[in-house]
């Protein structure tokens, strides 16, 4: 099997959990008598149904970052709705408000996982005033008042065992995603030098079975390393990830996606650039210190030593010394 059906069969699996659990309470409910939270349930299982259709019928590999762009936010009113229902009567329902953050996490956008974080903590903080306004809290509690201990306690261990599931397929789509897993399982067709951003990958061949999303972001990769050497971006020191990806034509969680993936973060990627710069600069020994770091787009010199030390091994002063000793 390879890497990317892999993948969209563990989404298909992620998927089809989702829609178990949804029909389960359903069903439960149904059974004993409780009408709101069983229409809830079942809302929520033909979402499910119709996230499952995507998910199969999507002619190209269909990975579990596409499943959280598409679902993750739909989800996030469903689980404030559940809040709402539940607040007082299972309160445990909340401990899905972990889930999100976590799943956000895929979107390679700290700002949004910020966002979600904070929009899922409101959420259960609101609940409760919410439901007592339109009365749902008490019609919840009179309703289940028919529901013996033992009924309770299936119910909370249910919900308590799916939850787990569900968490754990999250974090293992993080192991499946981690660059190195990704290597083993991927034959690409060019050697990738880490240490030398301006490597530019070439398209995958058809047989390596690369998906849709993963062939963007190489392509986003040959970009940025097309723009920012021949328009010499690096020499901007307010140049920012943002900037880099209007330039490229994308958004900033498919720039820093398109970086992780071939193991650099935005400020190792611009100063190999920068770097790179000096070290012309140095070579020709024809402006000052401060002149090439400057214009290599190093604001201060603190952190022009200290970035050169760190990509070359030696400091300005030294490499400078000895290209000038091998050259005479």
Known sequence: MSYNKSKKKITLTFVIILLVISMSFSILFY?????????????????SLYIFIVVWNYKTNFDFIHLIQIALYPFI?????????????????????????????FLHHMKKTINVSVFIVV??????FISNIFGISDTMSLAFKILS????????????????IVIAIIIYQFY??????????????????????SVVIDDPEPDTQQSVYDIKLNRIYQNMVKHIDADRLYENPDFRLEDLAKVVGTN?????????????????????????HAKRELQ???KSMREIYTEAGFRYHSTFLKVFEEVVGVKPSKYQYVQKESQK
């Open 77 to 105: 009113i469903i689980f404030f709705i559940s809040n709402i229902i539940f607040w007082k009567v299972m309160p445990i329902n909340i401990i899905w408000g972990v889930a999100f953050p976590l799943a956000s996490l």
């Open 284 to 286: 020709d020994n024809k």
């Open 149 to 164: 201990e033992e009924q309770l306690f299936i119910l909370n261990y249910i919900d308590i065992s799916f939850f787990i």
């Open 176 to 197: 499946l995603h981690n660059e190195a897993y990704i290597e083993n399982k991927i034959s690409m067709t060019e050697a990738i030098n880490p240490s030398d951003p």
């Open 31 to 47: 059974t004993w008598g409780l009408v709101i939270p069983a229409i809830h349930h079942l809302i929520v299982a033909i979402f």
């Open 252 to 276: 900033r969680s498919y720039a820093s996606a398109a970086l992780n993936k071939q193991g650099k973060t935005f400020n190792n990627f611009i100063n190999w650039y920068r770097i790179e």
């Open 123 to 128: 959420s259960i903080m609101a609940a409760p």
